[in-house]
């Protein structure tokens, strides 16, 4: 484990304290209306796993407080309920194990007790659907929560952190909805959903200083991409249909700041819906489309570097007529009612910078504000085409609206002002 997460693990306990009070609840005790059904059964480090062999439907198995060992054994188990006395109060912890198996099982809840420190992961899901964890703390171990295999649920009101690797996963065929959490420093993605899956539903979490991209939705890569280049690993090349998914991933109200890469990365086939996000101070891009489809309404961009927002044609823009009839596949999306700013450049090259960049993209940017940038506010180049109307573009040190090697692009009703150059269609860079 990296040295960061370890001393955040050794410091979390109060400052998890702190930010619960600050949100209103005290972490450690249930809230009163989370206990809708007794305990009929009480469970011992020593009895958990005997306890949970036999449960039946309705069983509410309450956990003592103390440290049970992982890893914890749910198989074939319908409607069980499992609860602790308290995150930090019960704790199931890994080790060089999982903390907890659940494989063809039902509607089981999770609730008010701590995950600690599982290998390969704190909860492992396979085949099971309904499965809920709610007021979880899951700090340390190799991933967070992974639901694999056509797996089904909902993560909320948790704390996911300090993993080596994501901090939820969502694999092949699994559809999960993840509300109102805390997603943050852990050494990969905060949430990832890879894999042929369904839909996923990311709402209201703060996602946060994970050291790969916040969130990121498609098939799983062969190589991560270069920044500030079009051109791509060769392992994609060789077998081009592989990287195309059929996700679907819905992102509503979230904050996907401080990220070591990309805020949110969109892989070719994937569809999108974003909205009311506030998208800031990632490594790389704010949001990178590629080969993808998305909306997005009313979603704030903030001091990213590279790009704000980046639509690119997947594998490049620049392989038209190289790579058969199917490719490249176009970005696809709207930008609407957005709010796009303070982008600064990619420091490995000093260069870049710009608000909204389409590279072989099908896109249009509608009543937003795009200021501020230290590139060009709007850039559609390499064969894009679509809409730049009703926008205030203003105050960005590169030109206002870029037009280059592009197709059919329609500019109507946009305030330009106070940026490099105010005519659009010129492209001009004032980075080295």
Known sequence: ?????????????????????????????????????????????????????????????????????????????????????????????????????????????????????????????????????????????????HYDLGSTGRIIDSFVYAMDGDGILIRRRSNVTV????????????????????????????????????VFAGQTPCALLPPGFVEVPDCYLTNLQAFVGDANIILDGNVIQASGSTGIVMFPGTRGTLRNNRIWRNELSGLFVWGASISSEADEYNANEEHAIEFRAYPDPLKYGQVGKLFPVRAVGRINNADIHDTVVLPQTGTLGGGVLGQGANMDVSNSRIYRNRGIGVSYVNTSLGTIDNNAIYDNRGSAICIYKAGNVITAGNELHGNDDDTPGVCHETTP
Not at 30 to 39: D, F, I, T, Y
Not at 189 to 200: F, Q
């Open 1 to 145: 484990m990296g040295t960061r997460r370890f001393l955040l693990l050794l410091s979390l306990f109060g400052l998890l304290t702190v930010a619960a009070l600050a949100g209103g609840t005290v972490r450690g005790r249930r809230a009163p209306a989370a206990e809708a059904a007794a305990c009929n059964k009480i469970a011992f480090p020593s009895t958990l796993q005997s306890l949970v062999d036999v449960a039946q439907r309705g069983d509410v198995i309450c956990m003592t407080p103390g440290v049970f060992r992982g890893p914890l054994l749910f198989s074939n188990r319908h409607g069980v309920t499992l609860r602790g006395m308290g995150t930090h109060v019960s704790v199931l912890a890994g080790g060089d194990k999982d903390s907890m198996l659940i494989f063809d099982s039902t509607d089981l809840v999770f609730e008010d007790f701590t995950l600690f420190f599982g290998h390969p992961a704190n909860a492992y899901l396979s085949n099971s659907q309904n499965v809920l964890f709610q007021r979880i703390d899951a700090g340390g171990g190799g991933i967070g929560l």
């Open 179 to 214: 509300e109102r959490n805390w997603v943050f420093v852990n050494g990969g993605v905060g949430v990832s959903t890879v894999g042929e899956t369904a839909t996923t539903t990311i709402t209201r979490n703060i996602i946060s200083d994970n050291e790969g991209p916040g």
